[in-house]
Structure formats: structure tokens, C-alpha cells
């Protein structure tokens, strides 16, 4: 009995045939997922916090993109779509957002994972960013003329269009005495806080006014802002939360009576019947008495806790950190470790997870401090309770060999004003381009470098921007 003839050859005709025949096999695939559980898994997304995980997720199939919702035209209006952990970084050559240079884009930069997209913005191109709140960001048109205000979000490209802050000027105007009228709206806007809410269809923005210690709001319907009756004009640090305002300050200016932290809730209709938006007043929520805490810093977010930042000596060391629920209950515990995260704390205070910056390490607080009279920027060990440099000269100074690090741009952006005064004084076509950055004490020369300087050991781990559409 011969044995059978040994197998030739596989000709290409036949290897297409298989692949067709492969291809063309009725085996159910991800792509028949039941819509129910397409819509869970939508759902844990979005409760993760970051909307691009969802976004990708929609764009596996067209069933699973026809099974859930999509962020665009809902950005602003839905709470679920804020991209909350996402921040607008600063460019290089000193190029505010929306500088021509840039043609209509934008870098972000997400704060947990460490990841960067270029996202499309035209807004930006006319207007100043004056606060960004759960991710969206808090543009101003026209600072000169009625000062526009429009909620943006950077990555569907919604806006919704709120009063004018020309409206508040004559409830504040007596405020500023001595500023000439053109240049309220712009004292107005140089240091705020904005929280949002979402009530009967209709977007609430609170906004604290640092420089007149007042409270604005309005809803997305109304033509001008309401202003609070009190002022509170000892704030040391504000915070949003969770739709609400957490303030820090000391009524009495002195350092020998207790801090206090107040909270305030949301405007809400006025039981009246008149339909009006009326502010409840503040609550006082935590006394910290002064021989607990001398000097109190900061408020800061850090995942789902606030954190009180403070010192207790003259050292400048951020050397207390308290969680605002154990001072609700009168514990004054100092906690040392804050999960491997990094506090980035100036003005305004950012928390970033260990993924994103590989030469400053986790549980520790990055700030401006002083030795033997020369501020540099440091980093506090919670655990060892050390100070050591966040970065090293070369980082420092851009203009010195070697790149400007990440850890420069992140801080950056913890000053409030720091995009806000680069556009202004482009508009008002000053003499050059002042980086708030570069005023501040810490620097005595420009800092900011070149595109190229982003490049560094702590970019190349998050990896290259990559430019991103807009979400559908």
C-alpha cells in the first residue's frame, strides 16, 4: 500500500480562499455584546473619571458607538462627560493659549495617568483662560469692553455662554475706587474660583472674586450676575469640590485666633415663589485654632478628600497636612503619606499621581522655599519630614544646558494668572510678552523653554503629544 503523496505547495489563490472562508464565518465576535452590557461597561468608564477611555471604547464598533451616548453636545450639560483630570499645559516660547503660532490647539495633560493629547480649541484664539473647573475651562472675551464668559469644554468643543462680568460693575464697582472703569473687569478676573452645578435643566456657576472678597453667580439663562450680600476679605486659599466652594481664611487678620473653613453651597431657587437665585450663606465647617495650625496654607484635592497644607514655624516648610474631615470632628492628625501622590502647591494647589513624574517621587509636597535667602523650588518628604530640590539648575533655568522639565510646567500652572497676564499684555501690546512665572521670586530668568525643551527624561515616559480630533 503506497503512502500518501507528501503535501505541496500552499498557492496564494488557496491562502486567500482560507482567509476568506475564515472571515466570512458566523462566530459571534465583541461586536455582538448585548446592549445592556455595552452600557454597563459605558458606565464603569465614565466612572473611572476619564472620558478619552470612554471615547476610545465608543469607537470600537459602530453597535457599541450606537449603544451609548455621545459626549458631544452634552459635554458641558452632562456632569459625566467633564474631562476632570485633564489640565492645559503651557507651551514653549513664552506662546499664551490661543497665540496664533499655535493654530487653534491646545496640549492636555492627564494628571493620574500621565497621558497627552493636542486637542483642537478655537476659542482659545479670543479669548483668556480665567480658571478651569472639573476640566472645563472658564474662558473671558473682550476684558475691555462687557467681558463675555463662556464654559468650554476642550475636548467636544461645547460652550455655553454665561453673563458678561461688565454686569457686575454696578453692584462692585465702588470696590475699586481707584481702577478706571475699562480695567475692572479685569482686576475682577485676575484671581477667581468657579464651582458648577447642575440643577432643572439649567448650568450654575459660583464664582469666588478674590479681589473684592464677594461671591458671584448665575445660572446659564440669566442676562447678568448676582452678587452675594457678605464678603469674607480674609481668604487665604479657595477650592472647588464637588459643585461647592471650600474657603480658608482668618476673620479677624490675625494669626492668634483660629482659622476657619467655610463652605458654600449652591444658589438655589427662593422658596418665595419669586423664582430668584438666592446664595445661602456661608457654613462654618472646621476651626482650627492657631497653636494647632500657625500658619495655614493651602486647600487641596486629593482624590476624594480635601487636605489642609500649613506650617507651624518660620522655617517656610509646608511641614502639616490635615484632612479637612478629621477637622470637622476636632482630630488634628498630620497624615504622611497621600498614596503616592505629589501636591503641587503655589496659588492654587494640583494634585498629580507618581505615573506622570518620574524624578520627583510620591507622598511628598513640591512648593517655592527659601534658604539662606534664595527660593528655589523643593519637594517635602512626608514620610522623613526632609526638604530636598524638586529639580536640579539645569531644569531651573531655561536658558542654561538642559531641558526645562515637566515638573516646571505643572507648577506653572498652579498660578492663577499665569496664562491670563500673557494674554492681556498681548493685547494690550506691551513692551513683551511677562510670564507670571518668570515675576515670581523664585525665577530671576525666563523659564519657559523651547517645544523641543518638553522632550525630556519625564516626557519621553508619558510619550510624544499626539493630536487628537475632537469627540464625537
Known amino acids: 500500500m503506497s503512502s500518501p503523496p507528501a503535501p505541496g505547495p500552499i498557492s496564494a489563490r488557496s491562502r486567500r480562499r482560507r482567509r476568506r472562508r475564515r472571515t466570512s464565518d458566523p462566530a459571534p465576535g465583541w461586536a455582538s455584546l448585548p446592549q445592556d452590557l455595552v452600557g454597563v461597561v459605558a ?5 473611572g ?10 469607537a470600537v464598533c459602530a453597535g457599541w458607538r450606537s449603544g451609548t451616548a455621545s459626549p458631544r453636545g452634552r459635554g458641558v450639560a452632562d456632569p459625566r462627560f467633564h474631562p476632570r483630570r485633564w489640565m492645559m499645559l503651557p507651551e514653549g516660547h513664552c506662546l499664551y493659549p490661543g497665540h496664533p503660532d499655535l493654530r487653534g490647539h491646545a496640549r492636555f495633560l ?14 482659545l484664539g479670543e479669548h483668556c483662560v ?12 473682550d476684558p475691555d469692553q462687557d467681558g463675555a464668559v463662556r464654559l468650554l469644554h476642550p475636548f467636544t468643543g461645547d460652550a455655553v455662554e ?19 472703569a475699562p480695567y475692572m473687569i479685569t482686576r475682577f478676573a485676575r484671581v477667581v474660583c468657579a464651582s458648577v452645578s447642575f440643577t432643572a435643566g439649567a448650568i450654575t456657576i459660583t464664582l469666588w472674586l478674590d479681589e473684592v472678597a464677594r461671591v458671584a453667580f448665575a445660572t446659564s439663562h440669566d442676562r447678568q450676575w448676582n452678587v452675594s450680600s457678605w464678603e469674607y476679605p480674609m481668604i487665604c486659599s479657595s477650592l472647588s469640590f464637588q ?18 473653613v467655610l463652605q458654600i453651597d449652591p444658589p438655589a431657587r427662593d422658596g418665595a415663589g419669586t423664582g430668584d437665585l438666592v446664595l ?9 485654632p492657631a497653636h494647632k495650625l500657625v500658619h495655614p496654607y493651602s486647600l487641596v484635592e486629593c482624590g476624594s478628600e480635601i487636605l489642609v497644607l500649613g506650617r507651624n514655624d518660620l522655617s517656610g516648610s509646608l511641614d502639616l497636612i490635615l484632612k479637612l474631615e478629621d477637622l470637622v470632628l476636632q482630630r488634628f492628625m498630620p497624615i504622611r503619606s497621600i498614596k503616592g501622590r505629589t501636591l503641587f502647591v503655589e496659588e492654587r494647589s494640583i494634585t498629580v499621581s507618581s505615573k506622570v513624574l518620574s524624578t520627583v517621587k510620591g507622598d511628598n509636597v513640591v512648593f517655592v522655599h527659601e534658604h539662606s535667602g534664595r527660593p528655589y523650588l523643593a519637594q517635602y518628604h512626608l514620610n522623613s519630614g526632609s526638604v530636598s530640590p524638586a529639580i536640579d539648575d539645569c531644569s531651573l533655568y531655561g536658558n542654561a544646558q538642559g531641558p526645562s522639565c515637566l515638573v516646571h510646567y505643572i507648577f506653572s500652572c498652579c498660578i492663577l494668572d499665569r496664562w491670563y497676564e500673557q494674554r492681556i499684555n498681548a493685547q494690550k501690546k506691551c513692551r513683551k510678552l511677562v510670564v507670571r512665572l518668570v515675576l515670581h521670586p523664585l525665577f530671576s530668568v525666563p523659564v519657559i523653554g523651547a517645544p523641543e525643551d518638553l522632550y525630556s527624561e519625564e516626557m519621553h515616559k508619558v510619550g510624544p503629544c499626539k493630536d487628537e480630533k475632537q469627540v464625537s
Request: glycine share 6%; net charge positive; hydrophobic share 45%.
Open 130 to 141: 480665567i480658571d478651569s473647573v472639573d476640566g472645563l475651562l472658564l474662558l473671558l472675551r
Open 162 to 180: 454665561l453673563p458678561p462680568l461688565g454686569t457686575l460693575l454696578p453692584q462692585l464697582a465702588s470696590r475699586l475706587p481707584m481702577c478706571p
Open 43 to 47: 458606565s464603569r468608564l465614565l466612572a
Open 110 to 123: 492627564n494628571l493620574d495617568t500621565g497621558a497627552m493629547v493636542r486637542a483642537r480649541a478655537p476659542l
Open 280 to 288: 445661602p450663606p456661608p457654613k462654618l465647617i472646621a476651626a482650627i
Open 243 to 260: 459643585g461647592k466652594l471650600y474657603m480658608m481664611g482668618n476673620p479677624d487678620s490675625c494669626y492668634d485666633s483660629a482659622h476657619e
Open 49 to 58: 473619571g476619564d472620558l478619552l477611555d470612554y471615547v476610545r471604547f465608543r
